[in-house]
Each structure stands twice: as structure tokens, then as C-alpha cells.
T-cell receptor, first 108, second 115 residues
Framework: EDQVTQSPEALRLQEGESSSLNCSYT??????LFWYRQDPGKGPEFLFTLYSAGEEKEKERLKATLTKKESFLHITAPKPEDSATYLC?????????WGAGTKLIIKP | ETGVTQTPRHLVMGMTNKKSLKCEQHLGHNAMYWYKQSAKKPLELMFVYNFKEQTENNSVPSRFSPECPNSSHLFLHLHTLQPEDSALYLCASSQVTGNSNQPQHFGDGTRLSIL
């Protein structure tokens, strides 16, 4: 069964404390993995698409990486404005499957 | 400005009411989607329209009725909803071309509360 699991469910960091969010997946035929950011009261905002193992994408303090089983969203020296819920979605041969998200809180 | 506009942003309705949610996309995309988002759960895909034709209906109860009059507008008609239907309803659009997997772009949602 196709499945996407994000961990941890929530993560609290001090400003400047780097860490990583995980998105592990089991799907029949990976056709793309998407990362989104969602702020309270807003819809998900697209961040990155990764298509194949070994691929990396960067945007400001965020860097997304992909292996055959999981993707990491690395956040370097985060700031309070990076606080949000980060969602991962995987496109299989048949459907787009979403994870439940990681709520990231950055304390000043 | 996301390019996808949803109205209303908030809606409170009784179980016997009829209401509609509206979505408009200004991105020139050819596919539109309705999702339900509940706390701490993955997004649930409800309906998909490609080129105005419905291509997916993920076992959604008939009290939810979608309408897509053109590739820029999408409606979700609501009738005799249940308390468990209270959630954030998100509209998204994307460009679908052959095997290309373009990301979906979302509106800010309608927060629906059923009394």
C-alpha cells in the first residue's frame, strides 16, 4: 500500500539551531516528491519538487534531499519566521499521497 | 497572492442549510482540485477536474457536489452536512501535460463549521 510518513509530528528549536524534517515513503513508482509550507489560516505554499534519488534543491535556509526511501528537509540556522507546518507529498504512478505534516516552531 | 482565490474564507452553517464554496484560479492551469484538511491528518483529495471534466471522486458523500463551469472556476455545493464535515476546504490548481508532474498551487481555504 502506498504510504507517506512524516516525522517528527512537531519540532521545537531555538533560533539558529539547525535540524532536519523527514518524509519517508513507500509508493509504486515515484514520479515526484513535493515539499510545501503551510502557515496558520493559509493554504499550502509550494517549496520544492524532487524527481530522482540524489537530487537536491535549496531555497534560503531550506535544503531538500531525496533518496529511494525518504526525503529530508534540512533547515539551517532557522529564524522565527520559518515557523510553519511543512507538508510532504509523493506522486506515485496512480495518485498524489500526502503526509500529515511536521509542525515546526522556532523560538527567538 | 497565490493565484488561487477562495470565497468565503469562513462559513458557519446548520445541518439543513445549502451553501456553495467558490474557487477561481488566475494561473492558466487546466486542472483543479478540492481537498478536505482536518487537524493532524493528511490532506484528503475529494474531486479532480482535468479540462473541466471530473476525473476523480474519492468516495465523497453525495452531500458534496462539485461543479466546474470552465477551467478557471470551481464550486463545491454543500447540502445537509454533518458535524464531522467541519474542516478547512482547500482548492488547488495545476498544469497537467502528459507525464509531467507539476506542483499544485493552493488557495487559502474556506474554514467550514457545521452547527
Amino acid at each position: 500500500e502506498d504510504q507517506v510518513t512524516q516525522s517528527p509530528e512537531a519540532l521545537r528549536l531555538q533560533e539558529g539551531e539547525s535540524s532536519s524534517l523527514n518524509c519517508s515513503y513507500t509508493v509504486s513508482g515515484l514520479r515526484g516528491l513535493f515539499w510545501y509550507r503551510q502557515d496558520p489560516g493559509k493554504g499550502p505554499e509550494f517549496l520544492f519538487t524532487l524527481y530522482s534519488a540524489g537530487e537536491e534543491k535549496e531555497k534560503e535556509r531550506l535544503k531538500a534531499t531525496l533518496t529511494k526511501k525518504e526525503s529530508f528537509l534540512h533547515i539551517t540556522a532557522p529564524k522565527p519566521e520559518d515557523s510553519a507546518t511543512y507538508l510532504c507529498a509523493v506522486q506515485s504512478n496512480y495518485q498524489l499521497i500526502w503526509g500529515a505534516g511536521t509542525k515546526l516552531i522556532i523560538k527567538p | 497572492e497565490t493565484g488561487v482565490t477562495q470565497t468565503p474564507r469562513h462559513l458557519v452553517m446548520g445541518m439543513t442549510n445549502k451553501k456553495s464554496l467558490k474557487c477561481e484560479q488566475h494561473l492558466g492551469h487546466n486542472a483543479m482540485y478540492w481537498y478536505k484538511q482536518s487537524a493532524k491528518k493528511p490532506l484528503e483529495l475529494m474531486f479532480v477536474y482535468n479540462f473541466k471534466e471530473q476525473t476523480e471522486n474519492n468516495s465523497v458523500p453525495s452531500r458534496f457536489s462539485p461543479e466546474c463551469p470552465n477551467s478557471s472556476h470551481l464550486f463545491l455545493h454543500l447540502h445537509t452536512l454533518q458535524p464531522e464535515d467541519s474542516a478547512l476546504y482547500l482548492c488547488a490548481s495545476s498544469q497537467v501535460t502528459g507525464n509531467s508532474n507539476q506542483p499544485q498551487h493552493f488557495g487559502d481555504g474556506t474554514r467550514l463549521s457545521i452547527l
